[in-house]
């Protein structure tokens, strides 16, 4: 079954803060991604521009990422969420979800990218697509656009957007 990539509005939240497990990360409670993507919820050093996509199967949510531009450690985005369902994770789906939030961020001159690994349970996806350390619990990647020109990703130049 194909998977499709599309950004997300808010009327997908309610769907995708249910992906989750109550005690994994890469997310947050409804509410919180509600007003986030509506610009009510603003992270530590956070700047108005905001995005959010999402991969869907059969039309059921599979995974989702979110970011913002931020002021946060120096940099020019965050990377605030990213999630995939457990039957999705070791494929592409996280790759092609970071790589259209990559663009996102190239579009708006935001190259210098940090992220909260929070349970660092992350850390090593993070690090396979070429974020470096920062501190105990940040990663960055201090030129986002590298995720879009990495070798061994043939299948992730042209993900298929619908919507
Ligand atoms: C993070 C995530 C999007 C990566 O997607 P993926 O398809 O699993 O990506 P990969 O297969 O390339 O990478 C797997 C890595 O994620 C880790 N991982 C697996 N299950 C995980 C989980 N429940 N939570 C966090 N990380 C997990 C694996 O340990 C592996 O790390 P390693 O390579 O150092 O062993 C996905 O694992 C996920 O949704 N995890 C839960 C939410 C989360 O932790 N988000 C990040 C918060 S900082």
Same mark, same amino acid.
């Given at each position: 079954m194909a998977v499709l990539y599309r950004r997300a509005e808010l009327a997908d939240v309610p769907a995708l803060?249910?992906?989750?497990?109550?005690?994994?990360?890469?997310?947050?409670?409804?509410?919180?991604?509600?007003?986030?993507?509506?610009g009510e919820h603003h992270p530590q050093?956070?700047?108005?521009p905001r995005g959010m996509w999402m991969a869907t199967e059969a039309e059921s949510p599979?995974?989702?990422v979110a970011g913002h531009l931020t002021q946060r450690f120096g940099c020019d985005g965050e990377l605030q969420w990213i999630y995939?369902?457990?039957?999705?994770?070791?494929?592409?789906?996280?790759?092609v979800l970071l790589r259209l939030l990559a663009e996102w961020f190239v579009r708006h001159d935001a190259l210098r990218v940090?992220?909260?690994?929070?349970?660092?349970?992350?850390?090593?996806?993070?690090? &396979?697509? #070429?974020?470096?350390? *920062?501190? =105990?619990?940040? @990663?960055?990647?201090?030129?986002?656009?590298?995720?879009?020109? &990495?070798? #061994?990703?043939?299948? *992730?130049? =042209?993900?298929? @957007?619908?919507?």
């Open positions: 803060a249910r992906l989750r497990q109550v005690d994994e990360g890469g997310g947050a409670s409804e509410e919180r991604m509600s007003r986030f993507l509506a050093h956070a700047l108005a599979i995974g989702y995939v369902v457990p039957a999705q994770r070791g494929g592409l789906v996280a790759a940090c992220v909260d690994v929070g349970g660092d349970r992350a850390r090593g996806f993070y690090q &396979r697509h #070429g974020a470096q350390e *920062l501190n =105990a619990h940040w @990663l960055v990647w201090p030129d986002i656009s590298t995720v879009l020109g &990495r070798r #061994g990703d043939g299948g *992730l130049s =042209a993900p298929r @957007l619908s919507g």
